[in-house]
């Protein structure tokens, strides 16, 4: 049997791999190769399971022969992640009349009675499938309940209990392998990610018992905490136990010294110095923090099984960049480790993982983080809540503008409507508030100022109510948090990943503290600035309404000439923080509904600020409402119907670059032209952008150099890329408003039906969370290849949201972007899942 690579004896050199037998197959292989004392173990490989299943055994007395004549036997599961699952364990196979007699002699009756009791009762609820109600009446302990089990055994089944090893050992594979092939396990493990046709293996390992004369039992030891990651010896011992008994019950022991109680390193210090010296072994050697699963048996060690720690996502890091600066692993090997979008958790404060969820409703989720407030419906209230110093989630239909203020005022967002690139889930994530858009199974009744959910729960403002960003969900109270974790592996993590990287990653940043945050995370700079975005706040709301509603071109200028300090400031600002890195500003790009005042109050104070009968306003409001304000007056149309607009920022631009250049490092800006659609849109803006800069260079007697780009966002602009190329010097695919388009599909009302549309296979993902690649992906690789023909060495990139998704960020790097940029709290996701896809690149 020994080379036999279906039914293989566990040694250092049997034909054995993760692929064909499992990772606790391998992982015992290596325990064996480090000396360590393991029990004799047999490996039944995937085909060997296959065919278990399919009604053909192996050669049960071959595998027997392998163990002493009297050994038990315990048969686990080998599949080739551990995080898909797998039956579970049986133990002590092998047991009977005979054996029983034995071991009352060698362990004690009671021990005895234990290891049999315990057996019969898994025989028969895992390979019977017997149902576990039928033990329900057996009383007391030791022989007395042994009986009890036997005799209701063979009532149920109407046969005694099986006798033989071999029966017993045929029962439980047999039943284990059509157990991994039923339709709700491979369900289960799909779900986790396994292939359809994942394979199982099994190990028959010879049991070492935990119970019986002098120092015995089980329990399991690690070197680093799960939740940290950082050093810590944790653990259980559990006397007169088997399997994982120790981490049930009160009566365990600690592993290390600990002031709440007695520990195995006090009771037994010699098998606690060796498993501590095991498990630095097994770091070591197998390149893994390890938790060991261990018997002690009459005062002897056993190392029964290895299995990787479980840990949080802040320890995976921490865990990660241990072994790499302890050079037990490559630092390639550390960065590969770690999945870019668990670093989310270690950005934001979190919803523990093992916290009591009430789970109210769920949307999508826009904005990662988890947060804890009273509900409040308005704006104004949240701005109350928050001079009160009350935490607050801030509930509305959907955000406008308008409440800017109250959601800088919350600690989180919930909104009925929208999708991923909303208006409360662009600046959610901008400002990194949790938020969660597109709750569709709670009713919004905001009048009443309640939330009506599903189950006919009434939540009404004031109650406690937690916000799950990460996930998308909505729960009642305080459950317990996480807190960020930005320490220094962190930063190690993300220096290494700098170094491994070659796509460039930029932040979507408006405003001078998202450009702090930008700059803390390493970003390469502004790859897109909304500027319109800059006029949210209530002071300069009014102004910016004033300017779409002046009717005459001189009541405009009057306006803009308010406006134009204000926008030198910010652009000085930026540029002082991003300190020389490139900041690509974009063109006023305002959909007209996002700015018109649609409440009395907004109305009120634009008719306090214009001088007009609010009758008046309200008129005006009505006369440029527009039915598609998402393909009406917006963007370069803006800019070439009212060019004052566009001239009044390209002049605060310059004159920002001038003084923010006189006493720090040269800025080059970069003004990007949102939504064209013709050539001529960009030779007109152009036109007018040059005019304004040889002015501003002899206004003040100094000269600059920009660059001037085309934001991509409409299919005309992708599939017309080689003429629009030919007026700029970079092109950026704005991929939200291109999905949009390239769709048909609303980026703000899709949210309603997203889930819909998912659950059914239409879509295999949200197209504004993750690029189409087949579709709105061809239309990049098409305006790519045009606008690089046409300009060769034209800077490209891509600044929608897709641009912190990691298999987006794969494909901008397959077409050979030069960068990529998005909001700044998903810059290190971005750098992370950057420096993967180089890596990956290298090893093929
Ligand atoms: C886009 O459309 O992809 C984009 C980045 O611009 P906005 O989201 O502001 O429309
Ligand atoms: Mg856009």
Request: aromatic residues 6%; proline residues 5%; hydrophobic residues 40%.
């Amino acid at each position: 049997m020994q080379n036999n690579p279906n039914t293989t004896l566990v040694t250092p050199i049997a034909p054995i791999a993760t692929t064909t037998h499992g990772g606790r197959a391998k992982c015992l292989q290596r325990l064996s190769r480090l000396d360590l004392p393991v029990p004799t173990t047999v490996a039944l490989s995937f085909d060997a399971v296959h065919d278990i299943a399919n009604g053909h055994l192996p050669d049960i007395e071959a595998i027997l022969g392998e163990f002493p004549q009297d050994a038990l036997l315990c048969v686990r599961p080998s599949s080739e992640d551990p995080d898909w699952g797998g039956p579970s364990a049986i133990l002590n196979i092998g047991m009977n009349d005979a054996r029983y007699e034995v071991l009352c002699a060698t362990l004690g009756t009671d021990a005895a009675s234990a290891l049999f009791t315990r057996f019969v009762q898994s025989y028969a609820i895992h390979v019977d499938r017997l149902d576990p109600d039928m033990f329900d009446d057996v009383t007391g302990e030791g022989p007395g309940a042994l009986q009890q089990v036997l005799q209701a055994y063979e009532v149920e089944q109407e046969i005694p209990f099986p006798t033989t090893r071999a029966e017993q050992l045929a029962g439980v594979l047999k039943s284990m392998a059509r157990a991994w092939e039923g339709t709700s396990a491979r369900l289960l493990r799909q779900a986790k990610g396994a292939p359809a046709d994942a394979g199982l293996g099994l190990v028959v390992q010879q049991m070492a018992y935990g119970v019986g004369q002098g120092e015995c039992g089980s329990g399991v030891l690690q070197l680093v905490s799960s939740k940290t990651g950082l050093p810590q010896i944790t653990g259980r011992y559990l006397r007169q136990s088997q399997g994982r008994d120790a981490l049930l019950g009160d009566a365990s022991l600690f592993i290390s010294r600990d002031p709440r109680g007695p520990s195995l390193e006090e009771c037994v210090p010699d098998c606690f110095a060796q498993l501590v010296e095991h498990a630095r072994l097994m770091r070591t050697r197998l390149r893994e923090e390890m938790q060991v699963e261990f018997t002690i048996e009459n005062g002897e060690l056993h190392i029964l099984d290895g299995v990787r720690v479980a840990r949080s996502s802040r320890a995976a890091v921490r865990i990660a960049v241990q072994l790499a600066r302890d050079k037990v692993i490559p630092i390639q090997d550390a960065l590969m480790r770690i999945e870019p979008g668990t670093l989310n958790e270690l950005l934001h404060r979190q919803v523990d993982r093992h916290a009591k969820r009430d789970v109210l409703g769920t949307g999508i989720a826009a904005s990662p983080g988890a947060a804890t407030g009273k509900l409040v419906f308005t704006a104004t209230e949240a701005q109350a809540s928050a001079a009160r110093d009350e935490d607050c989630i801030l509930v509305r239909r959907e955000t406008s503008p308008e409440d800017i203020r109250g959601m800088h005022a919350a600690k989180a967002i919930i909104t009925e409507r929208g999708g991923i690139t909303s208006h409360a889930a662009v600046i959610g994530r901008g400002i990194g508030l949790p938020c969660v858009v597109g709750v569709g199974d709670i009713r919004f009744q905001t009048r009443k100022s309640q939330l009506l959910t599903k189950d006919g729960r009434v939540i009404p403002a004031g109650e406690t109510v937690t916000v799950d960003g990460t996930n998308g969900v909505i729960l009642l109270g305080a459950p317990e948090m996480q807190e960020a974790a930005l320490d220094d592996a962190f930063q190690d993590l993300m220096d290494w990943a700098d170094a491994e990287r070659d796509i460039g990653i930029r932040a979507n940043a408006d405003t001078p503290a998202d450009a702090q945050t930008a700059r803390n995370f390493a970003a390469q700079g502004i790859g897109l600035c909304r500027t319109e975005h800059m006029f949210f706040e209530p002071g300069r709301l009014t102004v910016m309404r004033e300017m779409i509603f002046a009717e005459t071109s001189d009541d405009r200028r009057a306006v803009l000439e308010r406006l134009l300090p204000m926008q030198r400031t910010d652009f000085v600002q930026l540029f002082k923080i991003m300190q020389g890195q490139p900041v690509c500003i974009r063109l006023f790009d305002p959909p007209l509904h996002e700015f018109l005042p649609t409440d009395r109050d907004g109305q009120h104070g634009l008719a306090d600020a214009l001088g007009l009968p609010l009758s008046d306003v309200i008129r005006r409001v009505e006369a440029m409402v527009e039915y598609n304000p998402m393909l009406g007056l917006r963007g370069v149309r803006l800019g070439v119907t009212v060019p004052e607009i566009y001239e009044m920022q390209a002049r605060a631009i310059f004159e920002a670059t001038i003084e923010a250049s006189r006493d720090g490092d040269p800025v080059e800006p970069e003004i990007m032209i949102p939504l064209v659609s013709a050539k001529r849109e960009v030779e007109l803006v152009k036109s007018r952008i040059d005019a304004i800069a040889a002015a501003v260079r002899t206004e003040k007697g100094t000269d600059f150099t920009f660059r001037l780009g085309v934001m991509v966002e409409t299919p005309r602009a992708a599939l017309r890329a080689g003429d629009i190329a030919q007026h700029c010097s970079f092109l950026s695919f704005g991929t939200n408003d291109l999905t949009q388009m390239t769709y048909g599909l609303s980026r703000d009302d899709a949210g309603r039906f997203m889930s819909d549309y998912v659950r059914q296979e239409v879509f295999d993902e949200d197209p504004f969370h993750s690029l189409d690649i087949d579709g709105v992906g061809e239309l990049l690789t098409l305006g790519a290849q045009r606008g690089r023909t046409s300009r060769p060495g034209i800077t490209l990139s891509l600044c929608g949201e897709h641009g912190g998704d990691p298999e987006s960020i794969a494909f901008c790097r397959a077409a050979g972007f030069d960068y990529v940029s998005c909001s700044p709290f998903r810059v290190p996701v971005a750098r992370l899942a950057a420096a993967q896809l180089a890596i990956g690149h290298k090893i093929q």
